[in-house]
């Protein structure tokens, strides 16, 4: 029974308050007739462009940029035409929040700087895709440079342990099984994706193929731990992976299929299905045949 009285004198309180402030707050009888002076017209429209900004590290900049000279001329006109000291200091310390803000930014932006490979690797590769600069830099902090000379063996057929992932920026690569050329691995290029892609995270494997470089080579590696952890921790950056990795082994897979033929000299093509089960049993198996089986019921599964 007391809970009623006191929840209508709460409503009546809170009716109260709004009539205070609507009802009989008073209304601008007179309207001027002249229009506010080009800086504050200018303010406006720095507002309302400013606001158009994009995202990512260039899309702050350009709205902090604007914001910041928006609110300086709301400042001015504060100072200037409507003499009010509360206007001219709202706006001059949210001016001076911006411009903070843009500084801090604008210093984020230039202290993120690369090795050449990098450059090469990011304006080739991860530019195009939308990556920001702070997220390849913490993909590139992950890696490591290394330089592999002419004739030296990146991997050998069933010697060398699958422990890493990695991307060819200069140079080329060839690959051989049991000393029968497969295919080049050209720059931008991965030189293990289907190995990477044949293991799970807790398994570990042996390279199947061997890996020559032809010339000169300098490649970008990931140790396959390190890369996990940093997948786990970034699920953008996981996703990322994942595209390039699908896409390097569907090239890989289209240049086998330039130097597989059947039958009488007919070019085959990987797209078409149940080839093994329709070939002839006759038919000898070479190694590079053997390989590509492999690699097809491994993408069949």
Request: net charge neutral.
């Amino acid at each position: 029974m007391e809970s009623e009285p006191r929840s209508g004198l709460a409503m009546e309180r809170n009716s109260t308050l709004w009539k205070n402030l609507i009802d009989e707050h008073p209304v601008c009888t007179t309207w001027k007739q002249e229009a506010e002076g080009a800086i504050y017209h200018l303010a406006s429209i720095l507002f309302v462009v400013g606001f158009m900004g994009g995202s990512g590290f260039f899309g702050l900049l350009y709205v902090f940029s604007l914001l910041g000279l928006g609110f300086l001329c709301s400042a001015v006109w504060a100072w200037v035409d409507v003499c009010a000291a509360d206007i001219f200091s709202w706006n001059f310390v949210l001016f001076v929040i911006c411009f903070m803000q843009f500084v801090h930014i604008a210093y984020q932006v230039r202290s993120i700087t690369f090795a050449r490979e990098f450059q090469l690797l990011y304006s080739s590769i991860f530019q195009p895709l939308g990556t920001s600069l702070p997220v390849f830099r913490t993909i590139a902090l992950s890696s490591e440079v290394v330089t592999l000379e002419k004739e030296h063996c990146y991997a050998m057929q069933g010697k060398t342990s699958i422990d890493k992932l990695s991307l060819l920026v200069s140079g080329r690569i060839r690959v051989t099984v049991d000393g029968e050329f497969l295919h080049y691995i050209f720059p931008f290029q991965f030189l293990d994706s289907p190995e990477w892609d044949s293991l799970r995270p807790t398994e570990e494997g042996l390279f199947q193929v061997t890996l020559t470089a032809e010339t000169d080579c300098r490649y970008v590696s990931w140790r396959r731990k390190k890369l996990y952890l940093l997948f786990a921790q970034h699920r953008y950056i996981s996703r990322l992976f994942s595209v390039l990795i699908g896409s390097d082994i569907a090239d890989k897979l289209y240049a086998l299929n330039d130097r597989i033929y059947i039958g009488k000299r007919y070019h085959y093509d990987i797209r078409l299905p149940n080839f093994y089960q329709m070939s002839s049993p006759k038919m000898p198996r070479t190694p590079l045949t053997g390989h590509f089986r492999n690699s097809r019921q491994h993408c069949d599964k």
